[in-house]
């Protein structure tokens, strides 16, 4: 059975329970997300603990937002872990992306942040960005693939305006992705699993819904089971 098109976000408090999740999931899911903090925290060791025997696909999401020579040099650091999408900021402009692209790993996607889905309308305003926030995510989803990058990161709100203009062949990975009845936290534009699929989602980014069950496992076996029902 062909895994779902889920990245689940290891929020982990310790490297031992990142790995326990991630070998839960492995066999639902294509994808593990590493983030910052837990990239903080261990190091370059965390990937090769939650890729473990499985070879299961590592999104690293550090969203990279620094000068094009520095951001260059730490795609660069992480080309040897080779994970399959590594995450840099939309904000951080042409050159910064081409310098990402240009310095990863071939087998990498370099994946532009468009706009953070913790970020309501009057947020972005406050921040100086013109919105709304459809347009805005637009207009840096066009600005990253003219630069090179290969997968954009958009709330489930902006993904059927972002897959418009971009076309296909861009992986579109939208965080924000709750199952019905979940609570939203502190994301502030969100779907459904299915929802986001259908509307063009390539990847979906899903955390505390599964982590955070008694039993990590079933609750991604159970979110891609209903993914399989909805196609």
Known sequence: ???????????????????RWAALVT???STVK????????????VI???????????????KLHDIPNTVAGASRAVSRLRPAILTVHAA????????????????????????????????LGRIGLVGPADDAVRRLAALSVESGATALVCSPNEVSAVRAEVGEGIALITPGVRPAGADTQDQARVATPEQALADGADLL?????????????AAAASIAASLRRAS
């Not at 062909?2 to 031992?16: G, Y």
């Not at 980014?205 to 496992?217: A, C, E, H």
Request: cysteine-free.
């Open 205 to 217: 980014v899903i955390g505390r819904p599964i982590t955070g069950s008694p039993d990590p496992g």
């Open 34 to 45: 590493v983030g910052l903090e837990l990239y903080l925290r261990y190091g370059p060791d």
């Open 92 to 123: 951080g402009g042409p050159a910064m992306i081409r310098a990402a692209v240009e310095a990863a790993d071939p087998h990498t996607r370099i994946a532009a942040v468009t706009i953070l889905t913790s970020l309501s309308e009057d947020d």
């Open 27 to 29: 066999p639902h899911v």
């Open 48 to 62: 090769a603990s939650v890729r473990g025997a499985s070879g299961v696909q590592v999104f690293l999401d550090l």
């Open 1 to 19: 059975m062909t895994p779902a098109p889920i990245a689940v976000a290891l929020d982990a408090p310790d490297l031992e329970t990142a790995a």
